[in-house]
């Protein structure tokens, strides 16, 4: 058994899948606040901070994507992890679209899943130090204590994970970082090569960080992984 401490609010409207869970993540040592609903989750959490949410896609009432996207939209942005039977590609990117930090099909091994949050509420509370509080390359400029993020004089606003994933890649400015290293630092496991998660987010930082048509720094190296840096073309 861990010796975790962290507060998993669980949203599943199966009542045995969320039974189960609830033993699991409590023997784990995990304070467990369990809803069978996104709205019962949705007002609890009004009140309430949890250290991290699991949120079942297809619920009653507010599936887990609507309340995904109400927290965000409200400025809280606790790590969520997305649990659904649903596995095609487009249900995974709509997850992540909607702000959730991490996605896992079922049927899942719980030890995975275990791993997800750990890694999930590690990167939470522990933020890597570092010398400098900005970091920049071109005109884009990332504060680390206030966690703001701006392309000239445009500010990019980021999820924690795509901000956790944007300042990886602004500590090592024109160092190629490999898919596994990527995913290693920033979700704590390797999701292996078959893997989108990296792909959808380095196209969301492209999206936002070259919004008005500003040159691209996040570059592709095929067959490896990414780099920051300033190319002639994109």
Known sequence: MSFVTSTVLLAEDDRA???SLERALRL?????IAMANGALALEYLELH???VIMLDMMMPELDGLTVCRRLRARGDHTPIIMVT???ETAD????LDAGADDYLPKPFVLDE???RLRALTRRWRTPESTSSTMLRL???TLDLTGRRVMRGDRPIELSKTEFDLLELFLL???IVLTQSAIYEKIWGYDFGPDSKNLAVYVGYLRRKTEENGEPRLLQTVRGVGYVARIDAAP
């Open 172 to 174: 090592n400015v024109s």
């Open 92 to 95: 995974r990117v709509s997850g």
């Open 17 to 19: 899948v969320r039974e």
């Open 138 to 140: 071109d005109d884009l």
């Open 113 to 115: 899943l275990l791993a």
């Open 85 to 87: 039977a649903r596995t």
């Open 49 to 51: 901070t949890v250290d």
């Open 28 to 32: 784990d040592g995990y304070t467990v």
